[in-house]
């Protein structure tokens, strides 16, 4: 055998081999592709808990996003100023959530110890910022918590903070969640986020587009306002900073967040941010945007906003109801969000407007409808200037989820 033939037969041997090589690598990929399980894929859910009454419990309203005079950045807004206030424009519950930066982390001996701290008829929720060098987060507790550690830890890993947050057992909330002082952390560790900071509606976009990932991706995630008001009335025309023009825009209730609790408790409203049964309206006397599903079609409503439940593969009729004090003779404008994307607009009028829809949830997988209303702004007198700036946005609500897994 010349040097040549065995240099040719060694290269066909080769590019035979090469050859099987291929055909078998290919066939492997097919076989992977073929039979490759995907340990995430949805799967039926088990069976979820039974869904709370839709009667027994009361609507209460509320800010949660308040500083006093105990974050350095506010002014002329003592504790007693801010619950004085609430109580006149009939607020049920309020959390002071002042920076706990400014007392390094010690904010039980601060706002909490306040002698101003306490009323006899506004439900006073223990909070804080925590302000923090990657963003911010609100803490909404029943009874006070020790604050210090979750300050602490700050700029720790997530897995280290996370685990704080557990064993705290408190309710931890991202804060204006885009832009400066953006909620750097995972969302793994809050049960809410901020969705409407503020009166000016308008800057929020983000902060909705972010809730919809978390849905998307599986995450039971409750949307909540806060006006992050700073800036009380001054006592006397001296008094006053070179910031009190805000507090004619931006006061207490400016978003206003109502809750569905079980009973008129601090505990209850903390409950109630949890589990979702949660709506924002532009102010106190807007109207509450209430967003329920009738399972079975039997014309009686089976969960509201905030409730989970398995897709049966039956036809599902969903109701949006407005709720107070509606503009007379006025069209309220109803955009659907189904998984993130628009589904539907629907249009609504009368006193106590209403409006259906139905659809039918997919059986595998996870399904969520929420709603955003737009319609003509309801006066707040107390703080006039506010609802030019939240300009037609009225209110929205919290989702009403399909197939999604308690345990996720
Ligand atoms: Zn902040
Ligand atoms: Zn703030």
């Known amino acids: 055998m010349s040097k040549t033939t065995f240099t040719n037969s060694v290269c066909v041997g080769l590019l035979l081999i090469m050859t099987a090589c291929a055909g078998n690598t290919a066939r492997a990929q097919s076989t992977t592709a073929g039979t490759h399980i995907n340990p995430w894929a949805p799967t039926e859910v088990g069976p979820l808990p039974p869904i709370a009454s839709l009667s027994n419990g009361v609507w209460l309203k509320g800010d949660l996003h308040l500083h006093s005079n105990h974050s350095k950045d506010a002014s002329n807004n003592s504790v007693g100023k801010i619950i004085a206030f609430s109580r006149s424009v009939g607020f049920d519950y309020i959390c002071i959530t002042d920076h706990d930066n400014h007392v390094n982390g010690d904010v039980a001996n601060n706002t909490w110890t306040d002698p101003e701290f306490k009323s006899d008829s506004v439900l006073l929720l223990y909070g804080g910022e925590w302000t923090t060098t990657r963003g911010h987060g609100n803490v909404f507790s029943a ?22 947050v557990k064993e705290l057992d408190i309710h931890l909330s991202a804060n204006h969640p885009s832009g400066k002082d953006h909620f750097g952390f995972s969302y793994d560790m809050v049960k809410s986020i901020e969705v409407w900071n503020s009166c000016i509606w308008s800057k929020n976009a983000n902060a909705i587009m972010i809730w919809d990932d978390m849905l998307s ?71 509450r945007v209430e967003f329920f599903a009738d399972l079975d079609q039997d014309g009686k409503m089976d969960m509201m906003m905030g409730d989970n439940s398995k897709a049966t593969g039956k036809p599902v009729k969903f109701r949006i109801q407005l709720t107070g004090k509606t503009v007379p003779d006025s069209v309220y404008t109803i955009n659907v969000v189904k ?25 595998l997988g996870r399904t969520y409808y929420r709603v955003e209303v737009q319609g003509p702004a309801t006066a707040y007198p107390q703080v006039p200037q506010s609802s030019a700036l939240s300009g037609n946005m009225v209110g929205l609500s ?8 308690p345990n996720f």
Not at 398 to 405: A, E, L, R, V
């Open 339 to 363: 998984n993130g994307d628009p589904y539907t607009t629907l249009r609504m009028t009368g006193k106590t407007p209403v409006v259906e829809f139905t659809d039918t949830p997919a059986t």
């Open 398 to 405: 919290n989702p009403i989820y399909f197939n999604f897994d």
């Open 217 to 287: 991706s599986g995450r039971k995630l409750t949307g909540r306002g806060g006006s992050d008001s700073h800036h009380g009335e001054p006592d006397s025309p001296d008094k006053a900073s070179k910031n009190t023009y805000q507090r004619k825009a931006n006061y207490v209730g400016t978003p206003t967040t109502w809750v569905f609790a079980t009973s008129r408790t601090t505990q209850a409203v903390v409950d109630a941010l949890t589990n979702g049964r949660v709506c924002v309206s532009a102010g106190p006397y807007a109207p």
């Open 143 to 164: 009874r006070p918590y020790d604050h210090q550690r979750l300050y602490d830890v700050r700029d720790q890993r997530d897995v280290v903070i996370g685990a704080i």
